[in-house]
């Protein structure tokens, strides 16, 4: 992903409505005729790197100044739908946490989530007590780097905490994914990976061959070596 002073900078040099370049002290007014309070000092800080975690609501100020989504910031889309006025999402991380963990266990504790962030020193630092705060929408405002940790540690795009359109995208995958998990297809799946070189080519195109049938025949339908086995004797 692009550093934040970089996409901040071209937005400021080429804004995408058409205008001239916007200098920090306009952009500032900007944000707060929106209602925010971004001093243009920060704001050239930003733009130099100097200061590079800045807040959700301060990414969501700059970004509506600028007439762009705040995804825009973290890698998605800069468009605006009419009438769209893009924030934090909240659920999403909930979302995360329920959906995406190992097949062989639950989901990550925030503890577990917090260490790990934490421990890879690319991100900073955050606490298990803050992202309860977050699961249960106490706080609606990480920085920065609170919001690539996070998605990081989950896999997830960045723009999934503030794109409604990514999130709808990705939320179907979910449920998809969560109802194959519940079927226990996703574990069965992982421990096949694990051990394919010990099956041979027939046990293979078995496995294959028996999904396939489970999927199209649905109940009435006979594992392919089994039903080899139970085949009439025709001799």
Not at 52 to 61: E, K, L, Y
Not at 101 to 107: A, I, K, M, Q, T
């Amino acid at each position: 992903m692009r550093p934040f002073a970089e996409v901040l900078n071209e937005l400021c040099n080429n804004p995408p409505d058409g205008r001239g370049k916007v200098t920090n002290v306009a952009l500032a007014a900007a944000v707060k005729a929106r209602g925010g309070d971004i001093g243009h000092g920060y704001i050239s800080q930003l733009r130099l790197g100097v200061k590079d975690n800045p807040t959700c609501q301060a990414i969501v100020d700059l970004a509506g100044a600028l007439g762009v989504h705040p995804a825009a910031f973290l890698g998605g889309r800069a468009d605006l739908h009419p009438g769209e006025r893009p924030g934090w999402r909240a659920g999403a991380l909930a979302t995360l946490f329920e959906a995406v963990h190992p097949p062989d266990r639950g989901p990550w504790s925030p503890e577990e989530v917090a260490a790990a962030i934490s421990s890879s020193g690319r991100f900073g630092s955050i606490s298990p007590s803050y992202i309860r705060e977050l699961l249960s929408s106490a706080s609606d405002n990480p920085r920065l780097k609170h919001i690539l940790g996070l998605a990081d540690h989950f896999g997830a795009d960045p723009a999934y905490f503030f794109d409604d359109d990514l999130a709808a995208r990705v939320d179907a995958e979910l449920t998809d994914f969560l109802a194959l998990r519940e079927l226990g297809v996703v574990e069965f799946v992982t421990r096949l990976a694990e051990r394919t070189g010990e099956l041979s080519p027939q046990a293979r195109a078995a496995a294959v061959e028996g999904f396939r049938q489970a999927l199209e025949v649905g109940e009435g339908w006979s594992f392919p070596l089994n039903s080899r086995r139970a085949a009439p004797d025709r001799t």
